[in-house]
């Protein structure tokens, strides 16, 4: 990566969490300071209100136990707003779907603790779902493969969350 790309990177995402001001799910980012006595990732997510469509998503695809558990985890966390940019019935089908469901939630899933400093050496990551996504820079944004990053480095128990605004899909 050249270095203005580095650093373009580097301001970008150190201005992800003063944009985060708006955001619903700023409260996590200031509630869950001390990853020691944090709530985990799904109760991270159900305190900030901002994802009851993930929520139920990640219950109804058997993933809660598992999100839940010792981790560590990263997770790209689409909130109710990026779901409901989705084409009118998919979240439905899906929740009547478990495997396919779980495997887009999978693809939100990177295994380990990857916080927004250490994304500056990265251009994508492999997912739990088993297939890449890719990060870069984008009209001042951090983006993940379309999804721009609204909130990065929301501690939780066992990993973190950094906040989209769209759902991302696997190719294929």
């Given amino acids: ?88 019935g998919t979240v439905e089908a899906l929740l009547a779907d478990p495997d396919k469901l779980r495997e887009i939630l999978l693809y939100h899933v990177v295994p380990g603790k990857v916080r927004s400093t250490e994304v500056v050496n990265l251009s994508g990551a492999t997912t739990a779902q088993g297939t890449d996504v890719a990060f870069k820079i984008a009209d001042g944004s951090v983006m993940i493969n379309d999804a721009r990053v609204t909130a990065t480095d929301i501690e939780t128990s066992n990993g973190v969350i950094h906040v989209i605004d769209t759902v991302i899909l696997p190719r294929g």
């Fill in 1 to 88: 990566m050249r270095r203005s790309s580095v650093l373009a990177l580097i301001v970008a995402l150190a201005a992800v969490p003063a944009l985060a001001g708006d955001c619903a799910s700023s409260k996590a980012v200031t509630t869950a300071a001390n990853p020691a006595t944090a709530p985990n990732i799904v109760e991270t997510a159900v305190a900030a209100g901002s994802f009851n469509t993930l929520v139920a998503a990640v219950q109804a695809a058997g993933l809660a136990e598992t999100l839940s558990g010792k981790g560590p985890f990263t997770v790209f966390a689409p909130t109710d707003e990026a779901f409901a940019k989705l084409p009118a």
